[in-house]
């Protein structure tokens, strides 16, 4: 292309006219889908279970139990979580390494400081802010208290959700919670385990994360 046409085509574009179309966004798509409560909940497990999620459904007063059981049976030794939210710390309250069988460590100092510690533990705890009906997902926002690290590293991940933070779509997620006034610098969704393929085409988990993804759903009663 010669310098006098492509001279033309940059005078081209710069005159003109802006388009005067009336183009309106259809989110009907989006908007229709909605759930009862518990068919939110029967969505998010079958989509995430498609993935190898592992789900278990608990009360608050059941959680801690059922937490050391499910740990067990993965035969997790160390669980690691960060500053205790108030849903994490009633689960974990009175935890003892001898009445468990599973160490629990916190995410208490700076990563320089923890950084061993934090690549050989098992397990690690952490809260969510929801979950997302439509695709299975999880939604983390990281914290200092509660960092990017703790869902990324250790080779099992158990999150915590209560039964109604279930959000019919991600668009929902994003208006009720008004991340347009107040963003988060770091939000993660999560839809199952870390999981890559090679050139075989053979599944491999675990390979940029964790191994094993393990959501358990808080009910009321």
């Known amino acids: 292309m010669n310098k006098i046409a492509k001279q033309e085509i940059l005078d081209n574009l710069r005159n ?32 995430t279970s498609a993935v190898n999620t592992q789900i278990k459904q608990t009360t608050l007063h059941d959680a801690q139990r059922d937490l050391i059981d499910l740990l067990t049976e993965k035969g997790v030794r160390h669980l690691m979580q ?57 939604i983390l926002w990281p914290t200092r208290e509660e960092p990017r690290l703790l869902s990324l590293v250790p080779p099992v991940h158990v999150a915590l959700v209560y039964e ?38 053979e599944l491999c988990y675990g390979v940029h994360g964790p191994k094993e993804l393990v959501v358990m759903i808080i009910r009321n009663n």
Not at 92 to 114: P, Y
Not at 185 to 194: D, K, Q
């Open 164 to 201: 109604d933070r279930f959000f019919n779509t991600f668009l929902e997620a994003i208006e009720q919670e008004q991340w347009t006034t107040h963003m988060p610098t770091n939000a993660l969704l999560i839809s199952g385990p870390s999981k890559t393929s090679d050139i075989e085409q």
């Open 16 to 47: 003109a006219s802006p388009s005067k179309g009336d183009f309106v966004t259809d989110n009907s798509v989006i908007y229709d889908k909605k759930w009862t409560q518990e068919q939110k909940i029967e969505r998010f497990c079958q989509v």
């Open 82 to 138: 960060g500053s205790p939210s108030p849903i994490a710390k009633e689960i974990t309250d009175n935890w003892t390494a001898t009445d468990t069988g599973v160490k629990l460590r916190s995410f208490d100092q700076k990563i320089e400081a923890c950084k061993e510690e934090l690549f050989s533990v098992d397990a690690s705890l952490t809260t969510t802010v929801g979950a997302i009906a439509e695709t299975g997902s999880l």
